[in-house]
């Protein structure tokens, strides 16, 4: 029986706070999880007109203003080809006072100013249109063929002379017709041309550019060629996504779902309770009786391997091999359920056999491969550490759910 993978969207009380929930649902389990507080406005990819404040030569940053209330931190090296709203040219060092274009590119953590950066990004399903890198790339997911097709598509683009963006085929570019990937192309250029060069004549502090909800970021975002159906039983969302399918992608209308069982709530069917309640908690049980240990330092991430109840009549070394294969699965899970990024350190059981190590390091390469977030296994160490990094983009979830807790104290 075919396993069905789906994007859950609802609404769920958390600590007394109505809040609009998003989950990827796959192999019968919860793989992802987004929530925020419903009717909450998203700012992460937002774009703004932004004053310097003051530059912090010690720590290479800018700290810039966005409005009267938010600020930010722009570090230096994220100032190539910055587009100026006060007629500067860009290949001029930064100063107090100068007025630019930044956008959003991670949120406020742990008590931190969001990031910024002046390398605009568009986002969308096939394409991202980005102005700081004007090369031509292709995500490493696509096949060689792959990535051969869609240049041939791009070949236009890319005899532009003085072309004042790049362009990044998505892996979701995979499964575009030519129409709709040049459709799309058209769109963010569009879109560009309304924010970059329209917006430098803009006043401070304007925002330029709103990145859309949340959810509908989700389903931008997620890899559809394995995706079976989009499902909310919120009216209002299911109408929102509904014209955005009917713009963008008119053949994935037919997975999205309005369900309307007053009797068994979506959160309740498909277990959101339990997987959020997952996230508060640092210890995590394996089916073979092994247990995984998380912890969230300020440095690092530390997950643990133990082996638990496993009373398997095996020799010790088959047994840790069993448990450390079961825990690399449930990490790679964990680690995109829970949203941890930054440097990831996985203390495995230890096995002298180095067959053992290199299969190990292999099966959570595959599953890390699943992630739509950057993520890399890095080397096993001498003394048994896996070392992995994953891409900063959204603060943890456990964040998420510590302020709708505080928020009520």
């Not at 309005?258 to 997987?275: G, I, M, N, W």
Request: with cysteine; hydrophobic share 35%.
């Amino acid at each position: 029986m075919k396993k069905l993978n789906k994007l859950i969207i609802t609404e769920i009380l958390l600590d007394e706070v109505l809040c609009t929930v998003c989950a990827v649902f796959r192999d019968q389990k919860v793989v992802e999880l987004r929530l925020e507080p419903s009717g909450k406005k998203n700012t992460l990819n937002n774009i703004y007109v932004g004053q310097v404040e003051n530059i912090a030569a010690n720590i290479q940053a800018a700290f810039v203003r966005l409005s009267d209330s938010v600020n930010g931190y722009l570090p230096l090296n994220q100032c190539t080809n910055a587009i100026y709203a006060d007629g500067r040219k860009s290949d001029q060092p930064l100063r107090p006072g100068d007025q630019l274009l930044v956008q959003i590119n991670r949120e406020a953590m742990k008590g931190k100013l969001p990031a910024l950066t002046t390398n605009l990004n568009f986002s969308g399903k096939y394409l991202v249109l980005t102005t700081g890198n004007r090369k031509i790339g292709f995500s490493n997911k696509l096949s060689k063929e792959e990535s051969s097709l869609l240049n041939k598509w791009l070949e236009e683009e890319r005899n532009l002379p003085d072309r004042p963006y790049g362009l990044i085929a998505r892996t979701n570019a995979a499964e575009a017709t030519k129409e709709e990937f040049l459709h799309e192309l058209n769109l963010l250029k569009k879109q560009y041309e309304k924010t970059a060069l329209h917006g430098r004549n803009r006043t401070c502090y304007s925002l330029l550019y709103e990145s859309e909800s949340f959810y509908l970021a989700a389903v931008r975002d997620i890899y559809t060629r394995d995706l079976d159906e989009i499902v909310t039983d919120i009216p209002a969302i299911y109408e929102k996504i509904s014209e955005y399918l009917s713009e963008f992608q008119p053949d994935k209308l037919q997975i999205l779902n309005l369900y309307q069982d007053k009797l068994l709530p979506l959160y309740k069917l498909y277990s959101l309770e339990s997987a959020i309640d997952e996230v508060r908690h640092e210890k995590i049980w394996l089916k073979s009786g092994g247990f995984l240990v998380i912890q969230q330092t300020e440095a690092f991430v530390s997950i643990d391997v133990n082996s638990g109840k496993y009373t398997a009549k095996k020799k010790a070394e088959e047994t840790y091999r069993k448990i450390n294969l079961e825990a690399a699965t449930e990490i790679a899970r964990q680690i995109r359920l829970r949203n941890l990024s930054g440097i990831i350190l996985v203390d495995f059981i230890n096995m002298q056999n180095p067959d053992h190590q290199d299969e190990l390091f292999h099966v959570l390469q595959k599953h890390l491969r699943k992630d739509p977030i950057k993520c890399k296994a890095v080397d096993i160490t001498p003394l048994h550490i896996l070392e992995m990094t994953r891409q900063k983009v959204r603060r943890p979830l456990i964040e998420d759910l510590r302020d709708l807790h505080q928020q009520q104290q």
